[in-house]
């Protein structure tokens, strides 16, 4: 069974950065395709960024691009987030997700980290 767990949130000011990390188990993943998701109270889940294990390919949601970055070691099954220049409305619970390259939708989550971005 796949696990997802993310770490490094927090609570910083707007301007500043932090970098999220998930770990990922269980499975094979250079088949999986990895992503960032983030929910804010009262909003719909949002895609933030996201790539394959075995790929450079990497997008981004239209809010976060040129402020975020994600990228990946696979070497240590774990996939990261560099968020920079934050701003309040990037507060949110940020979520680890994946999915099989074949799969229509992402699978598995992570049980979700809180960023709290103050003005």
């Known amino acids: 069974q796949v696990q997802l767990v993310e770490s490094g949130g927090g609570l910083v000011q707007a301007g500043d950065s932090l970098r999220l990390s998930c770990s990922a188990s269980?499975?094979?993943?250079?088949?999986?395709?990895m992503g960032w998701f983030r929910q804010a109270p009262g909003k719909e889940r949002e895609f933030v960024a996201g790539?394959?294990?075995?790929?450079?390919?990497?997008n981004y949601g239209d809010s976060v691009k040129g402020r975020f970055t994600f990228s990946r070691d696979p070497s240590k099954n774990t996939v990261y987030l560099q968020m920079n220049t934050l701003r309040p409305e990037d507060t949110a619970v940020y979520y680890c997700?994946?999915?099989?390259?074949?799969?229509?939708?992402?699978?598995?989550w992570g049980q979700g980290t809180q960023v709290t971005v103050s003005s």
């Open positions: 997700a994946s999915r099989r390259r074949s799969a229509a939708s992402y699978e598995y």
């Open positions: 790539g394959a294990w075995s790929s450079a390919y990497t």
């Open positions: 269980g499975g094979t993943f250079s088949n999986y395709v």
